[in-house]
């Protein structure tokens, strides 16, 4: 499945659970009824501003419909490969402390932050600049 057929039918789905026409949210989204159409049959990949703009003609989150179109797309390719496939962002759940058998997210404590990058932090390491030799 294309990711854009996965955001196509989940668009579809969220506009009909809403009891909505294509004319209503094409209007309301400044797109054209026909490309519309388009973009949920999963015939057109759609911008990021015009998803917002279909999400927001809808009332729907740009993170709901992108969600659910992941969710769409892992249950495809759960029936094509045959085994669980489990989203990208659940893999750092996987990773271990070094010297235990624990995962990582049992071992910290759920309160625990990462820390963002702050600005007094240290540059990151780049390549020295040549110094120029003075001529003898």
């Not at 996965?6 to 969220?14: D, E, H, V």
């Not at 998803?51 to 769409?72: N, Q, V």
């Not at 750092?92 to 910290?108: F, I, K, N, V, Y």
Request: hydrophobic content about 45%; charged content about 25%; overall charge positive.
């Amino acid at each position: 499945m294309l990711m854009r057929e996965a955001i196509g039918s989940s668009l579809r789905r969220a506009r009909t659970a809403r009891r909505r026409t294509l004319r209503e949210v094409s209007r309301r989204a400044r797109v054209s009824l026909g490309y519309l159409s388009e973009v949920e049959r999963g015939r057109k990949e759609a911008s990021s501003e015009l998803l917002a703009s279909i999400c927001e003609a809808l009332d729907l989150a740009l993170s709901e419909l992108l969600t659910d179109a992941a969710e769409a797309m892992a249950a495809a390719t759960l029936e094509v490969v045959g085994r669980p496939h489990r989203p990208v962002g659940l893999r750092h759940m996987d990773l271990r402390l070094a010297g235990t058998d624990e995962p990582l997210s049992t071992a910290l404590p759920v309160s625990m932050p990462l820390a963002p990058a702050t600005p007094g932090a240290p540059a990151p390491l780049t390549r020295p600049r040549p110094v120029a030799r003075a001529a003898a």
